[in-house]
């Protein structure tokens, strides 16, 4: 089955600095990758994601790459913010089986 | 839409009781999944449904669990008997079937054995 590798587990960034995270998956079925952001007491949420066909996605202060090749991608933020705090996990989807699977997350914390 | 919406939000049960989560896809999603959250094994899929079949139970860790979706508005996911080690976050999320969107999640169901 697939599995996916994120690190790092824990990042903590001065606000205004960037932030990466980054994903390495093994099944080369695996065709879209979604990235969710959870806050405390929520469940997770997508904030950005990116089709197999497609190197690079950007969202405002987020973007997202994409190696097929080597099996890994990655989540930039940018200009990082206090709200930005949260727990990010990367996921690695095959659409034709209609499952995703999670990485272990990473905790972003934002200090002002 | 309101949103995938999961009851409990809270359980607090003891060990060896029957436990019964509950969970309401967001209209018209055909595809619903169950995950657990637990600070040692982070986010694992449990169950997953097209169109209100199971299409892979691997995930489940043991015969105490079971999930069901009678129709297409509605899903359970049972522990029985429940012991101290299912403490966790039960999500529900939806989605449409075989395609590129995203995964709803739920708000999760907080279970605590004792």
């Known amino acids: 089955g697939e599995n996916v590798e994120q690190h790092p587990s824990t990042l903590s960034v001065q606000e205004g600095d960037s932030a990466v995270i980054k994903c390495t998956y093994s099944d080369s079925a695996s065709n879209y990758f979604p990235w969710y952001k959870q806050e405390l007491g929520k469940g997770p949420q997508l904030i950005i994601d990116i089709r197999s066909n497609v190197g690079e996605k950007k969202d405002q202060r987020i973007a997202v790459t994409l190696n097929k090749t080597a099996k890994h991608f990655s989540l930039h933020i940018t200009e990082t913010q206090p709200e930005d705090s949260a727990v990010y996990f990367c996921?690695?989807?095959?659409?034709?089986?209609?499952?995703?699977?999670f990485g272990d997350g990473t905790t972003l914390t934002v200090k002002p | 839409d309101a949103g995938v919406i999961q009851s409990p939000r809270h359980e607090v049960t003891e060990m060896g009781q029957e436990v019964t989560l509950r969970c309401k896809p967001i209209?018209?999603?055909?595809?619903l999944f169950w995950y657990r959250q637990t600070m040692m094994r982070g986010l694992e899929l449990l169950i997953y449904f097209n169109n209100n079949v199971p299409i892979d139970d691997s995930g489940m860790p043991e015969d105490r669990f079971s999930a069901k979706m009678p129709n297409a508005s509605f899903s359970t996911l049972k522990i029985q008997p429940s012991e101290p080690r299912d403490s966790a976050v039960y999500f529900c999320a939806s989605s449409e079937v075989y395609s590129y969107n995203e995964q709803f999640f739920g708000p999760g169901t907080r279970l605590t054995v004792l």
């Open positions: 996921a690695a989807t095959n659409t034709n089986a209609g499952k995703s699977t």
């Open positions: 209209s018209g999603h055909n595809s």
